[in-house]
């Protein structure tokens, strides 16, 4: 079975700090895909990221930047130099490349992040 | 501007009821995807369509129904027989089915 678990259910930290979000996931699979996305106050969830299981590159975007493990089933996001824009709930998620076309999107229990000023 | 259009956006309802949520998109993607967010539970897929005229359940479909008559359509009827409907719904679709989902603001949906 396929899991996501996203320990920290709430982050508070003051503007211009670093914050690493955790995400951990299980799958049997070894092609799969994993995912973050932002959910700022409005409701509409927002991509951030794709990567694949076969590419452990970290990837780094401006301010954000994700490392992928493998060892330890870990894809983490962290954001440099905090801003009040990043309050947002943020969910990782991992698809599987299933028997047919559909590949259904597994979602962790977010965490919400709290950027003080 | 390409998107997903979610309506209402805020609903009340009395037990009983059957309400449904609309969701059209323009963005001529063939999946769509509703789904249901409960606090400190992250999103939760409902029904799914890959196609015009089709649709599969999802993890917890019981007390809900859907129908796919157009590709842009793609609405949601939570019945009576949902035992706890209060919740927030979203709506998203899937660009090539990349996983990349892209998603509406959202209904909120409170049974009084």
């Known amino acids: 079975a396929q899991k996501v678990t996203q320990a920290q259910t709430e982050i508070s930290v003051v503007e211009k700090e670093d914050v690493t979000l955790d995400c951990v996931y299980e799958?049997?699979?070894?092609?799969?895909?994993l995912f973050w996305y932002k959910q700022p106050p409005s409701g509409e969830l927002v991509f951030l990221i794709r990567r694949n299981s076969f590419d452990e590159q970290n990837e780094i975007s401006g301010r954000y930047s994700w490392n992928f493990q493998k060892s330890t089933s870990s894809f983490n996001f962290t954001i440099t130099a905090s801003q009040v824009v990043d309050s947002a709930v943020y969910f990782c998620?991992?698809?599987?490349?299933?028997?047919?076309?559909?590949?259904?999107?597994?979602f962790g229990p977010g965490t919400s992040l709290s950027v003080i000023p | 501007d390409g998107g997903i259009t979610q309506s209402p956006k805020y609903l009340f309802r009395k037990e009983g009821q059957n309400v449904t949520l609309s969701c059209e998109q323009n963005?001529?993607?063939?999946?769509m995807y509703w789904y249901r967010q409960d606090p400190g539970q992250g999103l939760r897929l409902i029904y799914y369509s890959q196609i015009v005229n089709d649709f599969q359940k999802g993890d917890i479909a019981e007390g809900y129904s859907v129908s796919r008559e157009k590709k842009e359509s793609f609405p949601l009827t939570v019945t009576s027989a949902q035992k706890n409907p209060t919740a927030f719904y979203l709506c998203a679709s899937d660009r090539g089915n990349t996983g990349e989902l892209f998603f509406g603001e959202g209904s909120r949906l409170t049974v009084l």
């Open positions: 963005l001529n993607h063939d999946a």
């Open positions: 998620a991992l698809s599987e490349a299933g028997k047919t076309s559909y590949d259904k999107v597994i």
């Open positions: 799958t049997r699979d070894t092609t799969y895909y």
